[in-house]
């Protein structure tokens, strides 16, 4: 299809088990949106779809992919954006490999990932990749502010059908363990731009031995801009690292969580340290082995075991090397897949929350659950997850059936704080200093570092914090109990603060700031009170929060309304808070049972609708929008969500039950006659056929599945796959 200047929705085009379910839900939104008179165009933003954009010069005509990313960056700047942003890979080394080798499998003529480049053109092709790396898509679309909260018939359906949760006993052994000092916490600058200081910038590297450096040129910071640079001191990771695992405790699981995804230059490198702690005696016995083998730790043990596999003395010494150390959390036991397999497989806004919500528990090497010991070594934001366990150890489990509900407002628009910090992140190469040195002359900040320490600088602009700090009294108000998660302590918190007092003083509201730890505990308190909260936050705790929360309230993040109001008037509209789930991906191949909700997706198209009806006043939107909050509502009342088991509900037959409430919603209404009309046959005919498509839907499950690749499936055997009732697709056809 042709593609017009501006379609009235852009739906994304992702990865793993979102977009499987895309193939299933897509035709049936552009059947419904079609009767509406209303465009909806894909942009591809998977991974296999970035690199591929990537690489021109390497494919043929017909294998050519337009850059959409590049393309959707700048539809979100313009007012009349309105996005569903579904949940994509932020890859990591391994995920990246991997995808290059199945697109080449496919015929795609790309190049290897060069881990050392030597020419000019090697260099090239590893920037590429690095640009399609990590959190490439998020930062660049998130062009505005985060407002995530569950509608109110989610939380409520949570509150009359709780989850399971483990048990917190008092005496758990679980605990966060994190550096004494010398992290990015610790060791944190930051400085809020004047008007004199406005201007070029850039980053230079002075080393002891007297060479200089520029990390990085050409930075631009605006007035009133806040300007961070901190760093982590290696060998006081190391020594944290070793001295934790030598005080293990018998019978307790060591587990390290990070976010190697999104902080795609310091966590890998972090996750790397924990590698190489771990197999340290392994390592340096076999240094000059796995160097020729081009091992390197960051790249994790998953990676170590296939490069030695066939070599018996490695693989021996392996497998003793790991005995000689206390247990690992595991993320499979069955397949021997350790926290330190693969840097992207434990991602701290999701397994945190998933140990706490089981009663502080992750499962060990032998398949059994156990307490865990949870490094986070940065203290930046660990103590919330700390106080969350001690909240719990001292107070139990949370009941969910009256507990209230916690939203957030994150500090997010145009790659605010950490999460946008990549290309400002360096390995240190030898000691000296590095300093950001602005153009009128001033050295903003100035550290003295040592080799290997990871040093980075983030940044948080005006606008997007002055609409924050709104966007944070707005809900505050429409919600009742919130706080401000700042700590005065902290250099960065400290410069957000001289922004938020006088907002509220202005705004004549009192809304308290506390640090993490202290704004844990309080929102603990107020939402076990029954009451709700709003945790007003910056990007990372956005992040880890809407992850958080929602897992112990409603069991899950994926059914979060996740709305993003684009700084120049658009509308971006995320579907729910978590990830791509890629062990959903997993259970279809193998049995072709796909768990995954679209509980989020169903939100998103919701608000995307009253997008169109309230800031471009297209009435059939407002109709069209209406009847979908009405089957989403009909769809958990009713028990159509997808469950967990082969031969139950799976993401189809809700789908099938959405399109079918959705139809009847709009055959009922009478605003929009002529609608009605349109929809009162296919309603009939699917409340007609329910037997029949339901068989259908059902009739392949517990059988594998064949959707011919996996970061890069087959168009055709997905669709089929995805849309196996014949009955159904004639209808919405
Ligand atoms: N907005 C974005 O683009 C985001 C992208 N990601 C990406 O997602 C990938 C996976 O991240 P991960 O940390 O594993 O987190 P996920 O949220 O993808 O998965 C963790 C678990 O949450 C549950 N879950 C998440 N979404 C759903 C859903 N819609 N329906 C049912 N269950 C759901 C699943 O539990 P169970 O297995 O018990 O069913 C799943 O295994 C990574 O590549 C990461 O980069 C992560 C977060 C946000
Ligand atoms: O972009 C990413 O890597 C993850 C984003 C995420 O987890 C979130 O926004 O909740
Ligand atoms: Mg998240």
């Known amino acids: ?396 489990k949370l009941d969910v059936t009256t507990c209230g509900a916690v939203s957030n407002v994150g500090l997010m628009a145009q790659k605010a704080e950490e999460y946008g910090s990549h290309p400002t992140t360096f390995e240190i190469p030898a000691s000296g200093k590095v300093r950001i040195v602005l153009d009128n002359g001033d050295i903003l900040h100035e550290h003295s570092v040592e080799k290997g320490d990871i040093w980075r600088s983030a940044t948080a602009k005006k606008a997007p914090i002055l609409d924050w700090i709104q966007l944070g009294i707005t809900r505050t108000k429409a919600t009742g109990k919130a706080a401000f998660w700042l700590d005065e302590n902290r250099a960065h918190d400290a410069e957000l603060i001289k922004y938020v007092e006088p907002a509220l003083k202005e705004a004549g509201i009192e809304i308290p700031i506390m640090a993490p730890r202290e704004a844990t505990r309080f929102t603990l308190e107020t939402m076990v009170a029954g009451e709700d909260c709003v945790t007003i936050t910056g990007n990372v705790l956005r992040d880890y929060l809407t992850d958080l929360f929602p897992i112990l309230e409603l069991g899950t993040s994926a059914k979060m309304l996740s709305i993003v109001k684009l700084m120049n008037g658009g509308g971006l509209f995320e579907t729910g808070a978590g990830g791509s789930a890629p062990k959903h991906v997993q259970q279809l191949v193998e049995e072709n049972h796909l768990r995954w909700d679209s509980l989020g997706e169903f939100c998103a198209l919701g608000e995307s609708l009253k997008f169109l009806s309230d800031a471009r006043g297209n009435a059939r939107a407002k109709v069209l929008g209406e009847a979908v909050e009405d089957a989403t509502q009909k769809v958990l009342e009713n028990g159509n969500s997808p469950e967990r088991k082969v031969g139950q509900n799976d993401n189809r037959t809700s789908h099938y039950w959405f399109a079918r409430y959705w139809a009847e919603a709009l055959a009922a209404q009478g605003d929009d006659a002529a609608l009605a009309e349109h929809f009162k046959p296919i309603a009939a005919a699917m409340a007609e056929k329910q037997d029949v498509i339901v068989e259908e839907l059902m009739a392949d499950q517990g059988k594998p599945a064949d959707i011919g690749g996996y970061y890069h499936p087959d168009e055709e055997k997905t669709s089929s796959v995805m849309r196996p009732s014949a009955t159904l697709n004639a209808i919405i056809a």
């Open 1 to 396: 299809m042709a593609k017009s200047e501006t379609p009235d929705i852009i739906y994304t085009q992702v990865d793993e088990a979102p977009e499987l379910a895309s193939h299933s839900l897509l035709p049936i939104i552009r059947s419904f949106a079609t009767a509406a008179d209303l465009t909806i165009e894909m942009r591809n933003i998977s991974l296999a779809g970035r690199v591929l954009s990537q690489f021109p010069d390497y494919l043929t005509d017909a294998q050519k992919v337009n850059d959409d990313l590049a393309e959707l960056g700048k539809i979100v700047k313009q007012p009349e954006a309105n996005v569903i942003k579904l949940p994509n890979i932020s890859a990591s080394q391994p995920q990246l490999d991997a995808t290059i080798k199945e697109l080449q499998g496919q015929g795609y003529k790309i190049p290897d990932y060069p881990y050392e480049p030597a020419s000019d053109e090697e260099k090239d092709i590893k920037a590429r990749y690095d640009a399609v790396k990590g959190s490439a898509v998020n930062p660049v679309l998130r062009e505005g502010n985060s407002d995530r909260r569950a509608a109110k018939a989610v939380k409520n359906y949570a509150k009359a059908n709780p989850h399971s949760m483990g048990d917190w006993s008092s005496d758990s052994p679980t605990h966060v363990a994190s550096m004494p000092g010398d992290d990015f916490f610790a060791n944190e600058k930051s400085a809020t731009i004047t008007a004199e200081q406005a201007g070029g910038a850039k980053i230079v590297f002075l080393a002891d031995d007297g060479n200089q450096k520029t990390l990085k040129d050409g930075l631009s910071y605006e007035e009133g801009t806040v300007v961070d640079a901190t760093y982590m001191s290696a060998a006081s990771l190391r020594a944290f690292i070793k001295s934790e695992i030598e005080s293990m405790e018998p019978g307790v699981l060591f587990s390290v969580h990070l976010k190697a995804t999104m902080m795609k230059v310091s966590d890998p490198i972090i996750f790397g340290h924990f590698v190489s702690v771990y197999l340290e005696d392994f390592i340096s016995k076999h240094r000059a082995k796995l160097d020729e083998l081009g091992w390197t730790p960051n790249a994790g043990i998953g990676s170590l075991e296939s490069k030695i596999a066939g070599n018996g003395e490695l693989e021996a010494d392996l497998k003793e090397a790991l005995a000689k150390r206390p247990p690992m959390y595991m993320v499979d036991s069955d397949k021997g897949i350790s926290n330190l397999h693969v840097p992207s497989d434990v991602i701290i806004d999701a397994s945190m929350p998933a140990v706490i919500r089981a009663g502080g528990i992750g499962w060990g090497p032998d398949g059994k659950a156990a307490p865990t010991k949870c490094c986070i070594p940065d203290n930046s934001y660990a103590p919330v997850y700390d106080e969350t366990i001690n909240y719990f150890k001292e107070n139990g």
